[in-house]
Structure formats: C-alpha cells, structure tokens
C-alpha cells in the first residue's frame, strides 16, 4: 500500500506564503485523484483541493485563488502552495489519495497563521 507524507507546515504571518508537500510511496499516479484536506480544532475536516490523474484541479472556495495545488510525478510528490494566507487558513492540513472507493491518509501537517 502506498503511503503518503505530509511536510512544509510551521507558523506564519498573516500574508504570508508556505508550499506544503506529500510525498508517496509509490507511484501518484495509482490515485484516480490526489488532494489536500485541513482541519481546524473543533471543527470538520474540509476539502481544500485536488488534482486527478487526468491533471484536472479543483479548489474550495475559501481557498480559490489563493493555493495552487501541483504534482511532480517524477518526485511521487504534490504541492500545494498557499499565499496570502489567513488566519483562519490555521489547522491540521491532510494529503489524500483516492483510488477503487478507499482513500489513503498522511499523517497531517500544521499549519499556524497569526494575525
């Protein structure tokens, strides 16, 4: 099973930027679809963009305009670079991958926006 692993949080200002990455196992491209989630405490895990095998993307609102997720199938890795960055943008943010209805998780990485 291919296994995914998130880095690139830490704590920024409000404005600023950080490039999250998750690198896999295995080959990327054995997920129909790639994508990052967050989750800020007490609240649900929320969609925050994907990529599809095909290289299609796909953004939440919150975030459209701002992050730009990106893959490197070379490197087995997706990016997902985050600008302008808000506070409310804080949380534990998750890589998935998606293939034959069961999703694969890492383990999460926090990402802190001050104000």
């Known amino acids: 099973q291919v296994q995914l692993v998130e880095s690139g949080g830490g704590l920024v200002q409000a404005g600023g930027s950080l490039n999250l990455s998750c690198a896999a196992s295995?080959?990327?491209?054995?997920?129909?679809?790639m994508g990052w989630y967050r989750q800020a405490p007490g609240k649900q895990r929320e969609f925050v963009a994907r990529?599809?095998?095909?290289?299609?993307?796909n953004y939440g609102d919150p975030v459209k305009g701002r992050f730009t997720i990106s893959r490197d199938t070379a490197r087995n890795t997706v990016y997902l670079q985050m600008n302008s960055l808000k506070p409310e943008d804080t949380g534990t943010y998750y890589c998935?991958?998606?293939?034959?209805?069961?999703?694969?998780w890492g383990q999460g990485t926090q990402v802190t926006v001050s104000s």
């Open positions: 295995g080959s990327i491209l054995s997920f129909n679809v």
């Open positions: 990529i599809t095998s095909g290289g299609t993307t």
């Open positions: 998935n991958g998606f293939f034959s209805f069961r999703n694969t």
